[in-house]
Structures are given as C-alpha cells and as structure tokens.
C-alpha cells in the first residue's frame, strides 16, 4: 500500500532522513520506534507532503507522492494526525468534525457523512457528550480522541498517527490503544510513531528502529520486542 524508497529529508541544511525504505501493507499497523530527533515524525511529515523530500520517492497503491500537494494526498487517502493534536480549540467538537470532512463534503451525501459523525461517535462516546463544547476545553485525552476523530471523517485508507499516547495518563493511554486497534480492525491500515515503545510493538503487526535518520532495525512486532537491543535502548529492559 505503501511505500518509502530511499527518502532523503533535510530541515534547511540539517539531513533528518537519509535514504530510509519503509514498507505498509494494506490492513497492517505499522510502528515506528526511536529516541527523539531520529526521524520519525520527520517521516511522517514527508509522507504526507509537508515536508518534500530531497531524493527518493513515495508510492502509495503504486502512485508516486512525490509531486503532489498535501490537500490531495488527504483526498488520495492519507490523514494525518499530528503530534500535538492540533486540534482547533475555539471551534466545537463537531465544528472540528465538520473541518476533518471538508474535502469530502463534495463527493458524499449528507447521509454518508451524517454515518461517518454516527461513527467517531461510536469509536468515543464522550465526543458525542462533548458535542458543543469547544475543543480548547477538553481534556488532553478527549483533544487526542477529536484529533483521531477529525481524520477519521475524511474517510482514510491510511492513518498517520504521530504520538497518540504523549502526554497523556495510563487509563487514557489504555484506551487509545484499543480504539486504534479498532481502527485498525475496520480496515483502516496504520503507521504509528510512538514514544511509548512496548505498547505500540505490542499493538503493531510490524516495527521499524530509526535512529539518527535511518533504519537500524525492522521486523514483526514480536521479534522487535525481543530483540536486546531494543530491550536496553527502547524498552527499559
């Protein structure tokens, strides 16, 4: 579904990524592991058109990224939830719904996108709770949840989730895990970046290691949980 071909990705004269090769196939959750400044949201800012590359490409159900704009990326399939939630906080939860759906507002009826409401508000019961409040208000879990929720709405085949669980206390973090395994059991394909190591091998049916913006390590999540040096590196072990 995609795929990352020996991308090279420079902030002004600094190389974050040097010539990295990721693979997800369709219906996996893919995660990416790595201490800070290794590349990881670098590579998914570069996935999804933020950041052009400097070399190498991207190909997503054989297409090449590489020369297209980031709003139709998002229309092509990708969404992209940002570390930080970047929700809008003046706006209401559903008004930052509606945004999540604004580029597909055009090409579904008002039914279908009424079902995509009806199911971010299945996935997280307390949006719909919430419904009128404005995002600044929420709490840091119920932000992480509407942040999720607005990509959702755009309909993805492919979600980038960039630290999902940062910030955020244990009975939150627990949660957001099973929803984005829920997620995932929907049929929407997943790659994960995760500060939160264990939990997101755990979750994940493959794994990368990046560090200092290439790939150290690959493999299933299983064996990555394992491996000794992950364990002293990554895991606290």
Known sequence: MLKLVSIHTSYNNIKALKGIDIEVNKGEIVCLIGSNGAGKTTTLLTISGILKPDSGDIFFEGESLKNIA?????????????????????????????????????????????????????????????????????????????????????????????????????????????????????GVTILLVEQNAKAALRLSHRGYVLENGTIKLHGSGEELLHNEDVKKAYLGE
Do not use: W
């Not at 995509?116 to 600044?136: A, D, M």
């Not at 929720?149 to 244990?170: T, V």
């Open 70 to 186: 980031p709003h139709n990326i998002v229309n092509k399939g990708i969404c992209h939830v940002p570390e930080g939630r970047r929700i809008f906080p003046r706006l209401t939860v559903i008004e930052n719904l509606e945004m999540g759906a604004y580029s597909v507002n055009f090409k579904y009826q008002i039914s279908n996108f009424k079902n995509n409401i009806e199911k971010v508000f299945s996935l997280f019961p307390i949006l719909k709770e919430r419904v009128k409040q404005p995002g600044g208000t929420l709490s840091g879990g119920e932000q992480q949840m509407l942040a999720i929720g607005r990509a959702l709405m755009a309909n993805p085949k492919l979600l980038l989730l960039d630290e999902p669980s940062l910030g955020l206390a244990p009975i939150m973090v627990s949660k957001i895990f099973k929803t984005i395994k829920e997620i995932n059991e929907e």
